[in-house]
């Protein structure tokens, strides 16, 4: 255990200002010593996000923040869409126990080699980070970063803006394009989680020939006569209702709790018996086909909190979920739901997050899961 405290609030409003109000009156003064915020808005407060974080600054006093965009955000027990919110969470972090992470391959780069010192001697290998889903080379930046901090294990989504001028991080500043956030030391404990919204459809299979994001052979046949038959003949006859329903699964090597990646099929050519996958692919790699299931992601999601609730000890001080935006009220229902379900099992704890273009998780981008990570 630490010493740190957590303390969070959302609101709702008709503007940005009524939001800050709202969260600033729900947080009352139990924040003053409070070190560090995390800040989650809806996109359609996307265009004030700069002078929403001034304005949090000077009430708080908090100088250091880190956050972004979704099209929808989350906090204990509630989910928010489709009109102007807020989350925010306040930590008292211990004294130098986090670095923030600057957006850009330089800053990055000049962030570690400034602070090696503090990270080899706090044994920092933990981070929080937002990024920019433009960006076509932030998953090689994610496992960059986990490689530098020998190994590292991150957390955080992708911004879901719906309009692309304002797909913006906070650390510290405003940013937009990389990837940032922030470091935390070993003295701040935590435990994490990941939880899928797919099924696979049947055993892995071995890509025999691709190329690029071209998958043309599995198991030395053609990959459009594979896939047919694992996703059964009502289906194989009338290919457009795949769309948004079945998806690839590429198994992450060494998991030892079975996780795979989930990438959109792009495509399907029916005379060259070719499909088009949502990643670059490798010849002799597993892959596997998924489904969306609301049942099982309900069942996976409560083997995720249970295993986190067990580890956890009843010891939660606070907590972040990034979850993806075709969960939530696409595949839980509209009463908040999967947020429900987090409080339900876990009890009460400050909790702020939003709904993802893409979830990072150790060294990884992920699509269709919830991570949910627990400050002890």
Request: contains cysteine; charged residues 20%; aromatic residues 8%.
């Amino acid at each position: 255990m630490s010493n740190s405290t957590f303390k969070a609030s959302c609101a709702t409003g008709s503007d940005w200002q009524s939001v800050v109000r709202h969260c600033l009156e729900e947080l009352g003064t139990e924040h003053s010593s409070a070190n560090f915020g995390f800040l989650y808005i809806t996109d359609s407060l996307a265009p004030y996000l700069q002078i929403m974080l001034e304005e949090f600054r000077e009430k708080t006093g908090i100088r250091d923040w880190v956050g972004t965009v979704g099209t929808g955000i989350c906090c204990t027990g509630r989910e928010i869409y489709d009109e102007p919110a807020a989350a925010i969470m306040l930590a008292s972090l211990p004294v130098d126990s986090y670095r923030l992470i600057p957006a850009g391959i330089s800053g990055l780069s000049d962030m570690l080699k400034e602070n090696q010192a503090w990270i080899a001697e706090h044994s920092v290998h933990f981070g929080v980070v937002h990024g920019d889903p433009r960006n076509t080379h932030i998953a090689q930046i994610i496992e960059s970063l986990s490689t530098e901090l020998d190994p590292g294990f991150l957390v955080g989504g992708l911004t879901s803006a719906s309009e692309d001028d304002f797909m913006h991080q906070i650390a510290g500043e405003v940013y937009e394009d990389g990837l940032s956030g922030v470091l935390l030391s070993a003295n701040i404990p935590v435990i994490s989680g990941l939880t899928q919204g797919c099924t696979p459809l049947s055993n892995k299979h071995t890509i025999t020939r691709s190329d690029g994001h071209i998958l043309a052979e599995l198991d030395g046949r053609p990959a459009l006569d594979v896939f047919k038959e694992d996703i059964g003949d009502a289906l194989a006859k009338d290919l457009s209702g795949v769309a948004g329903y079945i998806f690839a699964g590429l198994p992450v090597p060494g998991s030892d709790t079975g996780d795979y990646l989930v990438r959109n099929l792009m495509g399907i050519d029916p005379d060259e018996k070719l499909l088009a996958i949502g990643d670059n692919l490798e010849n002799d790699a597993p892959i596997m086909f998924c489904r969306r299931d609301g049942a099982t992601a309900r069942e996976d999601m409560l083997r995720m909190l249970g295993d986190l609730g067990k580890r956890a000890g009843g010891q939660i001080k606070g907590g972040l979920y990034y979850t993806c935006l075709g969960r939530g009220r696409n595949q839980f229902g509209d009463n908040s739901e999967e947020l429900k379900m987090i409080r339900d099992q876990l009890g009460e704890f400050p909790l702020v997050g939003f709904f993802a273009n893409g979830e990072i998780s150790h060294n990884r981008l992920y699509g269709y899961t919830g991570v949910l990570t627990l400050f002890l």
